[in-house]
């Protein structure tokens, strides 16, 4: 989940970077196209840093994904177990119960 959050931060800083240079080429104001400037740098940066950022990302999520695997098939197996001395229980005690005279004489 975190990568895909990622992901689309990133694409959105992606198309605010866009907009910016697209607002840059059509600014004649020198005080404004410096301020764009910075912004459009300080995008550039973050991007940077996102998409370092991205392989960990990647690499904790598939890491997650396989110890929920593992999870799950131990979960399966405690399942199947349970399931087992279900029917066990069920069984004894559909068995007609012995009568103590029965018990004695044995």
Do not use: F
């Not at 198309?15 to 764009?36: A, F």
């Not at 940077?48 to 960990?56: A, D, L, R, S, T």
């Amino acid at each position: 989940m975190m990568l895909a959050q990622m992901k689309s931060s990133r694409e959105h800083l992606a198309n605010y970077k866009k907009r910016q240079e697209d607002s840059l080429e059509q600014t004649q104001d020198p005080d404004r196209r410096k301020w764009i400037e910075t912004q459009i740098e300080s995008l550039k940066n973050q991007l940077e840093e996102m998409e370092n950022q991205e392989p960990e990302a990647q690499a904790k999520e598939a890491e997650c994904a396989n110890q929920l695997r593992v999870e799950q098939a131990q979960l399966g197996q405690l399942q199947d177990q349970l399931d087992r001395l279900d029917r066990k229980l069920e069984y004894a005690l559909r068995q007609p119960a012995e009568s103590p005279q029965v018990s004695a004489q044995r």
